[in-house]
């Protein structure tokens, strides 16, 4: 069930192939498994199993009895927190090994795995640790003749579906909340990247969670992700992934009126005005779309530039690209960019930057393949200028490291073409005037607003979207709300 693997970075490690139900991993009913794919040099990494309908039942079976047993049940919420903050000792513990896997299997910077995604993990845990004695009910004083409170109960079995951009990351944030709650879960893990959760599945067992609280499986979305989601012993579905997914998964849920969470998909604007601070603007600009090769839900990939500074402003961007954006092998120290995720996703990129040449934009910088010694999914940092709100790569959610930048003439049109999407997820804007912004940022269509800096998320601050990009927020004391009952008692006291 495990095999010994090594990285280029010297790390060793005996890396689990099974799905994780009951706290062991076992083979998937048919012996049916996919392979991971190395991005940075289009190498198997290896094989795991791949969960079966039948595989899915078994984890929610297991899933639904830890739920009543009283080995979980019958936890405190304190001690339900000793077990969460054990689970985040051990990943902190374990960082240097899960930072190699992640980079291994999803390419992105070894560098940027321990310092941002592993940690990312350890806070959230802890975070929701910390709110496992806290998440209380109320009393509510309706009169002498009744005594009525309301306490905060678990919502059952969750079923939560992440996806292959920060598999780490997006574990902590659905396993967080659900597990603070009582919860117990049985997580799918994206195809094109499971490697580095199943790592974490073997920390699972050795924290102390009894078996069957947190099942951990491999598979492909239409099978085993469309049977978790259809199971009649499943009472909430959280997903993070594409909006056409997302609308799939709610089609599905609705069989069975399943509470859900979405956080979908993104074109987030960034709003440079004439009084910004124009380094300031640039650093920020290039990080929010620039980062983890562009893949990125909340990915500001629409960068709205006043006029009076627009060519300014598009030579400090380049000049950030050439400075920042090293391509190369993602365990080399001085790597920031690397290749994307799977061959499907990088000739999906490669075909809007073609779309984008087509519709007449102009590719100022990128715009190509850039293998290295000849090999991997790896893109130039695309910047298009001469864009019109009409193209596609103005649009559409790419994906990838491709910005689209365009000027605006007034605080007005500024706010008309940031709200001009279906989306609504994340946005941005740069200005030395407060009131302006935060006039603008109460305008803007969008779940979050950074103001002089993007994507700066944080887990105490709730993430989520408005219009198609999701539904319900994740993170902060806002994201247990997802994961809880209020049931109302009365009590007639003139009984």
Request: with cysteine.
């Amino acid at each position: 069930m495990e095999v010994e693997l090594t990285a280029p970075n010297g790390k060793k490690w005996s890396q689990p192939l099974g799905l994780f139900i009951n706290n062991e991993f076992v083979k998937s009913s048919n012996e049916q498994s996919l392979a991971s794919i190395n991005p940075a040099t289009e190498a198997e990494i290896c094989s795991v199993f791949a969960a079966t309908a039948q595989d899915v039942d078994t984890a929610v079976a297991a899933a639904r009895k830890a739920l009543k047993d009283p080995s979980w049940k019958g936890l405190s919420g304190t001690e339900r927190g000793v077990l969460m903050n054990k689970l985040a000792d051990l990943v902190a513990e374990n960082a240097e090994i899960l930072a190699t896997i992640e980079c291994l299997d999803n390419g992105k910077p070894y560098a940027t795995a321990l310092a941002e995604n592993v940690p990312e993990v350890v806070n959230v845990l802890r975070y929701y640790a910390g709110y496992a004695d806290k998440n209380f009910g109320q009393v509510i004083d309706v009169g002498p003749a009744k005594f009525a409170y309301t306490v905060k109960e678990p919502l059952g079995v969750c079923g939560q579906i992440i996806p292959w951009n920060y598999p780490l990351d997006m574990a902590a944030w659905k396993i967080g909340p659900a597990l603070c709650c009582g919860n117990t879960i049985v997580l799918k893990l994206a195809e094109q990247t499971p490697l580095s959760m199943l790592y974490v599945a073997k920390l699972v067992k050795e924290a102390g969670f009894p078996p069957g609280v947190l099942n951990i499986i491999n598979g492909h979305g239409r099978e085993a992700g469309a049977a978790l989601v259809q199971s009649p012993g499943v009472d909430k579905i959280a997903f993070t992934g594409s909006t056409a997914t997302g609308k799939e998964i709610m089609k599905m849920a609705a069989l069975t009126m399943k509470n859900i969470t979405l956080e979908t998909g993104g074109k987030s604007p960034l709003i440079v005005f004439e009084d910004a601070d124009l380094d300031l603007a640039a650093t920020w600009s290039h990080g929010g779309i620039m980062s983890n090769q562009g893949q990125i839900c909340t990915a500001t990939s629409r960068i709205l530039v006043h006029e009076s500074i627009y060519d300014k402003f598009v030579e400090a961007f380049k000049g950030k690209v050439e400075e920042i954006s090293v391509i190369g092998d993602p365990f080399e120290e001085t790597t920031f960019h690397g290749p994307q995720v799977t061959k499907a996703q990088y000739e999906r990129v490669l075909s809007y930057i073609k779309i984008g040449k087509e519709e007449g934009a102009t590719i100022m910088v990128g715009g190509e393949p850039a293998p290295q010694q000849g090999k991997g999914f790896f893109i130039a940092p695309t910047v298009f200028t001469n864009v019109k709100p009409s193209m596609r790569i103005y649009r559409e959610e790419i994906f990838g490291p491709c910005v689209a930048i365009v000027s605006f003439k007034t605080e007005e049109e500024a706010i008309e073409l940031a709200n001009d999407t279906t989306y609504g997820l994340g946005s941005a804007l740069f200005t030395k005037d407060l009131v302006r912004a935060h006039r603008v940022a109460r305008e803007i269509e969008a779940g979050m607003v950074w103001i002089n800096s993007s994507n700066d998320s944080d887990y105490r601050i709730p993430f989520g979207g408005v219009k198609q990009s999701g539904i319900g927020r994740e993170l902060g004391e806002a994201g247990l709300a997802a994961y809880c009952n209020i049931k109302s008692i009365h009590v007639n006291m003139a009984a």
